[in-house]
């Protein structure tokens, strides 16, 4: 049965550190469709070596594990297991113990199926009492149960039926209604409920019909793009569904598209139909789908414009690129491809391409892209910004950054005023590249680097950039040369001019210069 924990139970095991010195490897392996033995190695393979798999001989691909797994005890945990064929299993497990003979390797796999029965572990249902503590942790927190809800509670309970995914997700249902609601929900909606094994895809499908905008359930069916088990990055979530045109704002609304989609992500989780991925090394938030969640996500999803990078070859041939004329998103991370073709600049609709690690030259017909919002060249090879881009009026994110100082940043980069990401400027000696270009990107955000300061003349020119005006940047890096010539700088003027709005969190300074250096903030 699903929604019972099975997964949650084992990566809270995963997660402990109490097993960290026990196993040299952990490797956490989402199955999710019934899949031949040489492809559960190859799902095996991937989290060691970070690449995708692109051998299919079975020695090959255990030859490699070998090599990764020799000599070391190993923890793999084998997620939403789908295949009871005891003989693929025993085939597995011989391959597996013959890796090598080092004891107290574990092996934990999860599966709603019956299989290996001599060595499961069956979950049972949730007491009465914890049901209700998830159900009531979701719709008040640590707040006092009112009374419209204890007036409730027994009927409530029983329709999770012991389910914690249940509990989870009728509490968001009921939190993101008026407590007027609450009873009317529960006798015309949760009352019609089967008691078969249908019931928690039932209840997912209540809140997702709930969900208080048709754009909100648009934005859930996208995530289904993305394979089971998968960890999305918040921001990307956003900068797609804006490209896809569902972050819609009221007439009367001022917020921003990206504000639009924080609201929709937190009414999402809200709901149980996300769950965030709590990392305190990462800025940006992650978010994953429970297994069914991503079930229901399939059957509501329709056909979405997206090209994968599976698919990256799509761009060799001219005659395709017309066909997808109308292409709003283009993903080409990890592809093989090393530059875009001259074409590129016909998909005029384009909103968002992603060139994760894969292209190493940007043409100028990339700047032709009048409608894209989202350009990401992270981890790319990518050594120059077309000198165009300045045309690329609609640009909101740039996701790059490159540790060479001597880059030149394109010219006039002052012009992509709806610009709010920007991750680095070097400043130039010419017009058009100087300090005072920053200074019309009102919206910049989150984090930016600021290099070559010792071209900034002094204190006025320093404040064309209007640091002290940008409230939405956390994080300011600001950076002189160390390698100059003479000594006629005004450091001290300048860092004066870039004084930052009070709202920003970090600041750090990098230079050789005595001036800066005894400069007290």
């Given amino acids: 049965m699903g929604g019972l924990g099975k997964t949650t139970l084992a990566k809270s095991i995963y997660n402990n550190h109490q097993i960290d010195g026990h196993f040299q490897k952990k490797l ?60 693929l299993w025993d085939d597995f497990f011989t391959t597996l113990k013959g890796l090598h003979p080092t004891n ?7 599966t709603r ?65 008026r407590k007027e609601e609450w009873r009317s929900i529960l006798e015309n909606r949760l009352s019609s409920l089967s008691g078969d094994e249908d019931r928690v895809m039932q209840i997912l499908k209540l809140s997702f019909d709930n ?72 800025t940006s938030a992650s978010y994953k789908m429970h297994d069914l969640v991503h079930d229901l996500a399939e059957s509501m999803s329709k056909s979405t414009k997206v090209i994968n990078n599976g698919d990256a070859q799509i761009i060799d041939n001219d005659n395709q690129i017309r066909y997808l004329a109308n292409l709003y998103v283009l993903n080409l991370s990890r592809a093989t491809t090393q530059e875009l073709r001259v074409s590129i600049g016909k998909l005029i609709h384009l909103r968002y391409v992603n060139l994760k690690r894969s292209v190493n030259v940007l043409l100028d ?26 045309n690329l009026i609609s640009l909101r994110h740039l996701h790059y950054y490159t540790m060479n100082e001597k880059l030149q940043m394109p010219l006039d980069m002052g012009r992509l005023t709806c610009l709010q990401t920007l991750e680095f400027f070097n400043v130039g000696r010419e017009k058009g590249r100087q300090i005072g270009e920053l200074g019309s990107l009102k919206n910049l955000k989150g984090k930016l680097k600021i290099r070559n300061l010792e071209l900034a003349k002094d204190k006025e020119g320093a404040e064309e950039a209007k640091l002290s005006e940008k409230a939405n940047l956390f ?26 709005h009070p709202n920003l969190e970090e600041l750090e300074i990098s230079n050789n210069t005595p001036q800066v250096s005894a400069f007290e903030i």
């Fill in 28 to 87: 956490w392996v989402c199955v999710s469709k019934k899949v031949p033995v040489v492809e559960l190695f190859k799902l095996i393979l991937v989290p060691l070596t970070g690449e995708k798999v692109e051998v299919d001989v079975r020695d090959v691909i255990v030859g490699k594990i070998r090599n990764h797994l020799e000599g070391k005890r190993y923890f793999l945990v084998l997620d939403d297991v789908w295949d009871d064929d005891q003989a």
């Fill in 104 to 110: 107290g390797s574990w092996c934990l796999v999860t």
């Fill in 113 to 177: 199926l019956r299989m290996m029965e001599n060595e499961a572990y069956p979950l049972g249902k949730l007491p009465d009492d914890l049901c209700w503590s998830i159900l009531k942790e979701k719709v008040v927190g640590g707040g006092e149960v009112p009374d419209e809800l204890k007036a409730i509670k027994e009927r409530v309970i029983k329709r999770c039926d012991g389910l914690p995914l249940a509990a989870n997700v009728i509490g968001g249902l009921l939190s993101l209604k």
């Fill in 211 to 282: 969900l208080p905008s048709p754009y909100i359930k648009k934005c859930f069916a996208y995530c289904s793009i993305f394979p089971k088990d998968t960890e999305m990055e918040g921001d990307m979530l956003i900068e797609l569904w804006m490209a896809e045109g569902f972050l819609q704002a009221d007439l009367n609304s001022q917020m921003m598209m990206e504000e639009i989609g924080m609201n929709y992500l937190r009414i999402l989780l809200q709901s149980s139909l996300l769950e965030e991925i709590i990392d305190e090394s990462e």
């Fill in 365 to 390: 017909s990339l700047c032709k892209l009048y409608n894209l919002q989202t350009l990401t060249l992270n981890d790319s090879y990518v050594k120059d910004l077309p000198k165009g881009m300045c």
């Fill in 475 to 500: 994080r300011l890096e600001l950076e002189w040369a160390y390698n100059r010539e003479g000594d006629d700088y005004n450091d001290e003027d300048v860092l004066d001019g870039l004084r930052p």
